[in-house]
């Protein structure tokens, strides 16, 4: 089982970047899965789901609007589309994927830096 994030950087606020988390090992089609973000100092939170069953989506209220989840099952990839980014988005993001039945089957990638700043 893996997880690898891809897609962070550096970037001026107001811009864009799309990260990118590719699975292998298990079947991405019954899996959520949820972007989260830690920046220094503060805990981890979420950011977005995608859910494995209906493709129903939610997002933190200080990304609504400016983010957006997606998930490829057929490409086993998942993405965030992260626009009108601010300072304050500035943490590590990690994927997260969860079986939507058995929650012990839960798996996490290694994080990618996202860093906004001019």
């Known amino acids: 089982v893996q997880l690898v994030e891809s897609g962070g950087g550096l970037v001026q606020p107001g811009g864009s970047l799309r990260l990118s988390c590719e699975v292998s090992g298990f079947t991405f089609s019954s899996y959520h899965m949820t972007w989260y973000r830690q920046a220094p100092g503060k805990e981890r939170e979420l950011v977005a789901r995608?859910?494995?069953?209906?493709?129903?989506?939610n997002y933190a209220d200080s990304v609504k609007g400016r983010f957006t989840i997606s998930k490829d099952n057929a490409k086993n990839t998942g993405f965030l589309q992260m626009n009108s980014l601010k300072p304050e988005d500035t943490a590590v993001y990690y994927c997260n994927a969860r079986h939507v039945y058995f929650a012990n089957r839960d798996y996490w990638g290694q994080g990618t830096q996202v860093t906004v700043s001019s």
């Open positions: 995608i859910t494995g069953t209906s493709g129903s989506t």
